[in-house]
Protein backbone atom coordinates (compact mmCIF):
# COMPACT_ATOMS: atom_id res chain seq x y z
CA UNK A 1 0.00 0.00 0.00
CA UNK A 2 1.06 3.48 -1.30
CA UNK A 3 -0.40 6.24 0.44
CA UNK A 4 0.72 9.83 1.80
CA UNK A 5 -0.59 8.88 5.43
CA UNK A 6 1.18 7.92 9.25
CA UNK A 7 -1.45 4.77 9.91
CA UNK A 8 -5.30 4.07 8.37
CA UNK A 9 -6.17 5.04 12.33
CA UNK A 10 -5.38 8.60 11.94
CA UNK A 11 -6.51 9.62 8.60
CA UNK A 12 -9.19 11.59 8.97
CA UNK A 13 -7.80 13.22 11.90
CA UNK A 14 -4.42 14.32 10.35
CA UNK A 15 -6.50 15.62 7.44
CA UNK A 16 -8.87 17.73 9.66
CA UNK A 17 -5.81 18.92 11.10
CA UNK A 18 -3.56 20.13 8.18
CA UNK A 19 -7.16 21.52 7.02
CA UNK A 20 -7.31 23.93 10.15
CA UNK A 21 -3.66 24.71 9.44
CA UNK A 22 -3.92 25.64 5.62
CA UNK A 23 -8.02 27.39 6.20
CA UNK A 24 -7.61 30.10 9.71
CA UNK A 25 -11.29 31.22 7.96
CA UNK A 26 -12.58 27.73 9.21
CA UNK A 27 -12.87 26.50 13.13
CA UNK A 28 -11.99 22.62 13.01
CA UNK A 29 -12.71 20.69 16.44
CA UNK A 30 -10.30 17.26 15.46
CA UNK A 31 -11.59 15.78 18.23
CA UNK A 32 -15.26 15.72 17.64
CA UNK A 33 -15.04 15.90 14.12
CA UNK A 34 -16.93 19.28 13.02
CA UNK A 35 -15.77 21.93 10.44
CA UNK A 36 -17.59 25.32 11.35
CA UNK A 37 -17.48 28.67 9.73
CA UNK A 38 -15.71 30.62 12.28
CA UNK A 39 -18.02 33.84 11.55
CA UNK A 40 -20.87 31.15 12.62
CA UNK A 41 -23.83 31.79 13.84
CA UNK A 42 -24.58 34.62 11.58
CA UNK A 43 -27.92 36.22 12.62
CA UNK A 44 -30.65 35.65 11.13
CA UNK A 45 -29.02 33.87 8.43
CA UNK A 46 -30.43 29.87 7.87
CA UNK A 47 -27.67 27.47 8.33
CA UNK A 48 -27.03 24.73 5.98
CA UNK A 49 -25.13 21.42 7.41
CA UNK A 50 -23.60 18.33 5.96
CA UNK A 51 -21.79 15.74 6.10
CA UNK A 52 -20.38 12.13 5.11
CA UNK A 53 -18.35 9.47 5.04
CA UNK A 54 -14.35 11.16 4.65
CA UNK A 55 -13.07 10.23 1.10
CA UNK A 56 -14.82 12.31 -1.27
CA UNK A 57 -12.97 15.59 -0.55
CA UNK A 58 -13.45 18.36 -1.08
CA UNK A 59 -16.96 17.61 -0.31
CA UNK A 60 -18.22 18.22 2.01
CA UNK A 61 -15.71 20.34 4.67
CA UNK A 62 -14.41 21.97 1.39
CA UNK A 63 -17.91 23.41 0.91
CA UNK A 64 -17.79 25.48 4.34
CA UNK A 65 -17.99 29.17 4.48
CA UNK A 66 -19.78 31.99 2.94
CA UNK A 67 -21.87 31.02 -0.19
CA UNK A 68 -22.74 27.43 0.57
CA UNK A 69 -22.58 25.31 3.63
CA UNK A 70 -22.14 26.75 7.48
CA UNK A 71 -20.87 23.29 9.12
CA UNK A 72 -19.87 19.56 7.92
CA UNK A 73 -19.66 16.62 9.36
CA UNK A 74 -16.89 14.19 8.06
CA UNK A 75 -17.10 10.62 9.31
CA UNK A 76 -14.52 7.80 9.08
CA UNK A 77 -13.74 7.00 5.13
CA UNK A 78 -17.08 5.77 3.51
CA UNK A 79 -18.88 5.81 6.88
CA UNK A 80 -21.53 8.11 7.72
CA UNK A 81 -20.83 10.65 10.84
CA UNK A 82 -22.73 10.05 14.00
CA UNK A 83 -25.45 12.19 15.01
CA UNK A 84 -24.15 13.58 18.04
CA UNK A 85 -21.96 15.26 14.98
CA UNK A 86 -24.50 16.50 13.33
CA UNK A 87 -26.14 17.94 16.73
CA UNK A 88 -22.99 19.77 17.63
CA UNK A 89 -22.59 21.52 14.17
CA UNK A 90 -26.19 22.39 13.85
CA UNK A 91 -25.76 23.66 17.48
CA UNK A 92 -22.75 25.42 16.15
CA UNK A 93 -24.19 27.36 13.37
CA UNK A 94 -27.72 27.92 14.45
CA UNK A 95 -28.83 31.26 14.91
CA UNK A 96 -32.73 30.89 15.17
CA UNK A 97 -33.38 30.84 11.89
CA UNK A 98 -33.31 27.33 11.38
CA UNK A 99 -31.20 24.57 10.10
CA UNK A 100 -31.49 22.87 6.72
CA UNK A 101 -30.13 19.41 6.49
CA UNK A 102 -28.18 18.40 3.42
CA UNK A 103 -28.37 14.81 3.34
CA UNK A 104 -26.79 12.11 0.75
CA UNK A 105 -28.92 9.21 -0.19
CA UNK A 106 -26.95 6.20 1.65
CA UNK A 107 -28.62 4.41 4.13
CA UNK A 108 -26.29 5.25 7.01
CA UNK A 109 -26.31 9.24 6.65
CA UNK A 110 -30.21 9.07 6.51
CA UNK A 111 -30.65 7.38 9.17
CA UNK A 112 -28.20 9.28 11.65
CA UNK A 113 -29.31 12.80 10.22
CA UNK A 114 -32.74 11.67 11.10
CA UNK A 115 -31.91 10.89 14.42
CA UNK A 116 -29.74 13.82 14.84
CA UNK A 117 -32.92 16.28 13.28
CA UNK A 118 -35.02 14.68 16.86
CA UNK A 119 -32.25 15.78 18.88
CA UNK A 120 -31.56 19.05 17.19
CA UNK A 121 -35.74 20.05 17.40
CA UNK A 122 -35.06 18.56 21.41
CA UNK A 123 -32.71 21.32 21.96
CA UNK A 124 -35.17 23.78 20.48
CA UNK A 125 -33.53 23.98 17.04
CA UNK A 126 -35.70 24.17 14.07
CA UNK A 127 -34.42 21.62 11.50
CA UNK A 128 -35.64 20.70 7.84
CA UNK A 129 -33.80 18.02 5.50
CA UNK A 130 -32.99 17.77 2.17
CA UNK A 131 -31.86 15.00 0.75
CA UNK A 132 -30.05 14.30 -2.68
CA UNK A 133 -30.92 11.11 -4.55
CA UNK A 134 -29.59 12.16 -8.46
CA UNK A 135 -27.79 8.90 -9.86
CA UNK A 136 -29.82 7.28 -12.60
CA UNK A 137 -27.15 4.59 -12.88
CA UNK A 138 -29.13 2.37 -10.29
CA UNK A 139 -32.44 2.11 -8.41
CA UNK A 140 -31.33 0.50 -5.22
CA UNK A 141 -27.09 -0.31 -4.17
CA UNK A 142 -25.17 -1.39 -1.93
CA UNK A 143 -25.48 1.53 0.14
CA UNK A 144 -28.92 3.09 -0.82
CA UNK A 145 -32.79 2.22 -0.94
CA UNK A 146 -33.69 4.30 -4.28
CA UNK A 147 -31.14 6.88 -5.98
CA UNK A 148 -27.49 7.33 -5.16
CA UNK A 149 -26.90 10.94 -4.01
CA UNK A 150 -23.70 12.04 -6.11
CA UNK A 151 -22.63 15.11 -8.21
CA UNK A 152 -25.63 17.02 -7.22
CA UNK A 153 -24.95 17.50 -3.99
CA UNK A 154 -22.68 20.00 -5.16
CA UNK A 155 -25.61 22.25 -6.79
CA UNK A 156 -28.35 21.79 -3.88
CA UNK A 157 -25.27 22.98 -1.41
CA UNK A 158 -24.30 25.82 -3.48
CA UNK A 159 -27.78 27.31 -4.35
CA UNK A 160 -29.26 26.74 -0.93
CA UNK A 161 -26.44 28.21 0.07
CA UNK A 162 -26.69 31.56 -1.83
CA UNK A 163 -30.31 31.14 -1.04
CA UNK A 164 -29.56 31.32 2.71
CA UNK A 165 -27.00 34.00 2.14
CA UNK A 166 -29.60 36.68 1.03
CA UNK A 167 -31.20 35.78 4.00
CA UNK A 168 -34.38 33.93 2.99
CA UNK A 169 -35.82 32.00 5.81
CA UNK A 170 -35.95 28.18 6.15
CA UNK A 171 -39.21 26.73 4.70
CA UNK A 172 -37.67 29.05 1.27
CA UNK A 173 -33.95 27.21 1.68
CA UNK A 174 -35.37 24.01 1.48
CA UNK A 175 -37.79 24.18 -1.26
CA UNK A 176 -34.76 25.89 -3.40
CA UNK A 177 -32.93 23.01 -2.26
CA UNK A 178 -35.92 20.56 -3.06
CA UNK A 179 -35.99 22.36 -6.60
CA UNK A 180 -32.33 21.63 -7.33
CA UNK A 181 -32.34 18.21 -6.44
CA UNK A 182 -35.37 17.18 -8.49
CA UNK A 183 -33.81 19.26 -11.58
CA UNK A 184 -30.19 17.46 -11.19
CA UNK A 185 -29.00 13.78 -12.42
CA UNK A 186 -25.59 12.22 -12.44
CA UNK A 187 -24.18 9.28 -13.69
CA UNK A 188 -20.35 8.11 -13.40
CA UNK A 189 -17.89 6.11 -14.79
CA UNK A 190 -14.72 4.11 -12.88
CA UNK A 191 -11.77 3.19 -15.23
CA UNK A 192 -10.39 1.76 -11.80
CA UNK A 193 -11.27 0.97 -8.02
CA UNK A 194 -10.48 3.04 -5.20
CA UNK A 195 -8.43 1.41 -2.44
CA UNK A 196 -9.21 2.71 1.61
CA UNK A 197 -6.61 3.07 4.05
CA UNK A 198 -8.01 0.78 6.00
CA UNK A 199 -8.19 -2.40 3.38
CA UNK A 200 -4.94 -1.46 1.55
CA UNK A 201 -6.25 -2.66 -1.69
CA UNK A 202 -8.54 -1.99 -4.24
CA UNK A 203 -12.30 -2.35 -3.18
CA UNK A 204 -13.72 -4.37 -6.08
CA UNK A 205 -11.94 -6.18 -8.97
CA UNK A 206 -11.73 -4.65 -12.38
CA UNK A 207 -9.96 -5.91 -14.73
CA UNK A 208 -7.51 -3.80 -16.81
CA UNK A 209 -8.99 -2.79 -19.98
CA UNK A 210 -12.32 -2.89 -18.43
CA UNK A 211 -14.49 -0.07 -17.25
CA UNK A 212 -17.73 0.23 -14.52
CA UNK A 213 -20.18 2.17 -16.26
CA UNK A 214 -23.06 3.70 -13.52
CA UNK A 215 -20.39 3.58 -10.63
CA UNK A 216 -20.88 4.61 -7.03
CA UNK A 217 -19.48 7.10 -5.29
CA UNK A 218 -18.25 4.09 -3.02
CA UNK A 219 -17.13 1.65 -5.51
CA UNK A 220 -20.73 -0.17 -5.80
CA UNK A 221 -21.18 -1.63 -8.86
CA UNK A 222 -22.99 0.12 -11.84
CA UNK A 223 -25.26 -0.73 -14.88
CA UNK A 224 -22.58 -2.79 -16.77
CA UNK A 225 -18.86 -3.62 -17.38
CA UNK A 226 -17.41 -2.95 -20.59
CA UNK A 227 -13.59 -3.11 -22.11
CA UNK A 228 -12.47 0.50 -22.43
CA UNK A 229 -13.82 3.11 -24.76
CA UNK A 230 -12.71 6.31 -25.59
CA UNK A 231 -13.35 9.32 -24.33
CA UNK A 232 -16.69 10.54 -26.48
CA UNK A 233 -18.16 7.26 -26.37
CA UNK A 234 -17.96 7.47 -22.59
CA UNK A 235 -19.65 10.67 -22.89
CA UNK A 236 -22.26 9.88 -25.41
CA UNK A 237 -22.82 6.48 -22.66
CA UNK A 238 -22.90 9.08 -18.96
CA UNK A 239 -25.14 12.19 -21.16
CA UNK A 240 -27.53 9.98 -22.81
CA UNK A 241 -28.17 8.37 -19.62
CA UNK A 242 -28.73 11.21 -17.79
CA UNK A 243 -30.97 13.23 -20.68
CA UNK A 244 -33.33 10.13 -21.15
CA UNK A 245 -34.33 10.39 -17.15
CA UNK A 246 -34.24 14.04 -17.12
CA UNK A 247 -35.29 15.35 -20.57
CA UNK A 248 -34.56 19.40 -19.94
CA UNK A 249 -35.65 21.96 -21.80
CA UNK A 250 -34.43 24.79 -20.25
CA UNK A 251 -30.23 25.00 -20.28
CA UNK A 252 -28.74 23.07 -17.46
CA UNK A 253 -25.97 23.94 -15.37
CA UNK A 254 -23.00 21.21 -16.13
CA UNK A 255 -20.48 19.47 -13.48
CA UNK A 256 -17.97 17.05 -15.28
CA UNK A 257 -16.60 15.52 -12.13
CA UNK A 258 -13.57 14.09 -11.74
CA UNK A 259 -12.94 10.61 -9.12
CA UNK A 260 -9.55 11.42 -7.66
CA UNK A 261 -7.19 10.12 -9.45
CA UNK A 262 -8.55 11.43 -13.13
CA UNK A 263 -5.71 14.73 -13.94
CA UNK A 264 -7.80 17.73 -14.92
CA UNK A 265 -5.98 17.12 -18.52
CA UNK A 266 -8.16 14.09 -19.08
CA UNK A 267 -11.32 16.06 -17.62
CA UNK A 268 -11.31 18.61 -19.49
CA UNK A 269 -10.93 16.57 -22.90
CA UNK A 270 -13.99 14.61 -21.26
CA UNK A 271 -15.61 18.05 -20.82
CA UNK A 272 -14.80 18.79 -24.63
CA UNK A 273 -16.62 15.46 -25.27
CA UNK A 274 -19.88 15.93 -23.21
CA UNK A 275 -20.10 19.26 -24.41
CA UNK A 276 -20.28 17.57 -27.98
CA UNK A 277 -22.87 15.55 -27.23
CA UNK A 278 -25.00 18.44 -25.54
CA UNK A 279 -24.92 20.33 -28.05
CA UNK A 280 -26.63 17.08 -30.39
CA UNK A 281 -29.01 16.33 -28.56
CA UNK A 282 -30.18 20.03 -28.42
CA UNK A 283 -29.17 20.85 -24.61
CA UNK A 284 -28.07 24.65 -24.00
CA UNK A 285 -25.63 24.89 -21.39
CA UNK A 286 -25.70 27.58 -18.80
CA UNK A 287 -22.54 27.13 -16.61
CA UNK A 288 -20.23 24.25 -16.69
CA UNK A 289 -18.00 23.63 -13.66
CA UNK A 290 -14.84 21.09 -14.45
CA UNK A 291 -13.04 19.33 -11.76
CA UNK A 292 -12.53 17.07 -8.77
CA UNK A 293 -15.43 17.56 -6.41
CA UNK A 294 -17.02 14.58 -5.38
CA UNK A 295 -14.73 12.04 -5.20
CA UNK A 296 -14.00 8.57 -4.53
CA UNK A 297 -10.58 8.67 -3.30
CA UNK A 298 -8.07 7.29 -6.02
CA UNK A 299 -10.54 6.30 -8.25
CA UNK A 300 -10.28 6.83 -11.87
CA UNK A 301 -13.05 8.00 -13.57
CA UNK A 302 -15.60 10.76 -13.75
CA UNK A 303 -19.42 11.75 -13.73
CA UNK A 304 -21.40 14.05 -15.29
CA UNK A 305 -24.39 15.71 -13.41
CA UNK A 306 -26.86 18.02 -15.23
CA UNK A 307 -29.09 20.33 -13.68
CA UNK A 308 -31.95 21.72 -15.95
CA UNK A 309 -32.17 25.80 -14.41
CA UNK A 310 -34.35 29.26 -14.42
CA UNK A 311 -33.22 32.63 -13.98
CA UNK A 312 -33.37 32.37 -10.44
CA UNK A 313 -31.33 29.04 -10.01
CA UNK A 314 -28.77 30.54 -12.17
CA UNK A 315 -28.69 34.00 -10.16
CA UNK A 316 -28.25 31.90 -6.87
CA UNK A 317 -25.43 29.85 -8.75
CA UNK A 318 -23.50 32.56 -9.92
CA UNK A 319 -23.86 34.65 -6.60
CA UNK A 320 -20.27 34.79 -4.90
CA UNK A 321 -19.13 31.88 -2.60
CA UNK A 322 -15.83 31.27 -0.62
CA UNK A 323 -14.98 28.25 0.28
CA UNK A 324 -11.68 26.16 0.23
CA UNK A 325 -13.25 23.93 -2.93
CA UNK A 326 -15.16 26.15 -4.36
CA UNK A 327 -14.97 30.14 -4.85
CA UNK A 328 -15.64 33.21 -6.90
CA UNK A 329 -17.37 36.82 -7.36
CA UNK A 330 -15.53 37.53 -3.84
Avoid at 37 to 44: E, I, K, Q, T
Wanted: proline share 6%; glycine share 12%; aromatic share 4%.
Amino acid sequence: MEMLINVPETVVADALRGMAAAHPELTVDVENRVIVRSDAPVAGKVALVSGGGSGHEPLHGGFVGPGMLSAACPGEVFTSPVPDQMVRAAAAVDSGAGVLFVVKNYTGDVLNFDMAAELAEDEGIQVAKVLVDDDVAVTDSLYTAGRRGTGATLFVEKIAGAAADEGRPLEQVEVIARRVNEASRSFGVALSACTTPAKGSPTFDLPAGELELGIGIHGEPGRERRPMMTSGEIAEAAVDAVLTDLNPRNPVLVLVNGMGATPLLELYGFNAEVQRVLGERGTAVARTLVGNYVTSLDMAGASVTLCEIDEELLGLWDAPVRTPGLRWGM
